[in-house]
């Protein structure tokens, strides 16, 4: 497994999020359904980044996925 430089943040808005090299299969919410949906008929939409409501929320699910944090 690579190893990242991967580190938590807390953004104006108050939610945590990582930063720095993401690995892709924590980096984003997967697309809904719908938003597939819309998208066969011309809607567009881009990919929506995974925030959490703690900052443990954000590090246990990083570990969850077999990734290391380093500002723990």
């Known amino acids: ?3 990242y430089g991967l580190h938590v943040i ?6 945590f999020g990582y930063v720095g090299t993401v690995p892709v299969d924590i980096a984003y ?3 809904t359904p719908e938003l597939l949906e819309r998208a066969r008929f011309g809607a567009r939409f881009g990919p929506k980044q995974r925030t959490f409501d703690s900052l443990l929320g954000a590090i246990t699910f990083a570990q ?8 723990r």
């Open 1 to 3: 497994m690579a190893k």
């Open 64 to 71: 969850e996925h077999g990734h290391e944090v380093l500002n």
């Open 29 to 31: 919410i997967d697309p």
């Open 10 to 15: 807390q953004y104006p808005s108050g939610r």
